[in-house]
């Protein structure tokens, strides 16, 4: 009983525990449970999301979000889940506005950038519904609370969107419309009142300004996975400060290129993937004002 009572505490054994626990409740993998754990511990690291952007407001949005408790991130979750309309809604809530004004610019900007991403796939499921993810898969990676989970399934589609963004503005909106007349008369009530909602706004609505900030949260979601640096984020290019404001993307794979605005230049330049420091990240230059 004495060796007992004087037997040292394993560190970490009782959060152990409580990781096991919640993994087999979930039915997930260790580490998923992990980092579940993690984001609702005050004091956990920064959210992966965020960049180091100099916005302290954006940070401490970025630190709630990581807090919230398993309930309100499996609602959260469930939005993400909800093509086209709901995704959207949870992307622009994940990738808030950059308030620190930047030699870049306005960053994740746009009143209208929920209406243009659930535009975008409205287009997808017109166009490729192949792409679109399986409804029992995207049931089960909402229910376990964690952006990623459904980030996964959702990656291919994802990714399309963004690269409807790189062509002319005139052939995306017509490509817009076409979906949208076509769903409007679908089976599919849900398909048939978002396309009736999102042609509504087309038609009143000027959505041009935001289609640069919906291209920051594209390229943000999808440089997660890989680690790399989302726009906002300062790097290194020749030796050279720049702020990372676009990228390039191929079918698959990390970025192939950034977008880029070095120093004063008053014109963005597209610089390879390996050219670009990622490791000497700092905040960007701010503006006052």
């Keep these: ?5 004087n037997r040292r505490p394993v560190p970490d054994r009782a959060r152990k525990r409580a990781i096991r626990a919640l993994a087999a409740e979930l039915g997930v993998a260790y580490s998923v449970a992990a980092r579940l754990m993690a984001a609702q511990t005050p004091g956990a690291r920064p959210h992966p999301d965020a960049p180091a952007d100099g916005d302290e407001h954006r940070a401490w949005m970025f630190d709630a979000r990581a807090g919230r408790p398993f309930h ?31 030699a870049a610019g306005p960053l994740y900007a746009g ?5 243009i991403i659930a535009m975008l796939y409205a287009v997808l499921a017109h166009e490729s519904p192949t792409l679109q993810p399986h409804a029992d898969e995207l049931t089960w990676a909402a229910e376990l609370g964690e952006e990623a989970a459904v980030d996964i399934p959702c ?14 503005r005139w052939q995306l909106w017509a490509r817009v419309e076409a979906a949208l007349t ?10 048939r009142d978002a396309a009736i909602a999102l042609g509504r706004e087309l038609r009143s609505t000027s959505l041009r300004g935001s289609l640069e900030g919906v291209r920051h949260i594209l390229d943000a979601l999808l440089a997660e ?14 030796g050279r400060e720049a702020t990372v404001i676009g990228m390039e993307w191929g079918p698959v794979g990390p970025p192939m290129g950034f977008r ?10 597209v610089v390879p993937a390996g050219d670009v420091d990622a490791g000497a990240t700092a905040e960007p230059d701010l503006i006052p004002g």
């Excluded at 996975?225 to 020749?238: E, I, L, N, Y």
């Design 1 to 5: 009983m004495t060796a007992t009572r």
């Design 72 to 102: 309100a991130r499996v609602n959260d979750t469930r939005l993400a889940a909800d093509l086209p309309l709901g995704r959207a809604e949870h992307l622009v809530r994940r990738f808030p506005p950059l308030r620190a004004i930047t």
């Design 111 to 115: 009143e209208g950038r929920e209406t």
């Design 155 to 168: 990656a291919a589609l994802d990714r399309a969107a963004r690269r409807l963004l790189d062509q002319g």
């Design 182 to 191: 076509a769903g409007e008369a679908d089976p599919d009530r849900r398909v």
């Design 225 to 238: 996975p890989f680690g790399a640096p989302a726009p906002g984020t300062r790097v290194r290019v020749d």
């Design 260 to 269: 880029v605005r070095l120093g004063d230049e008053p014109v963005a330049r």
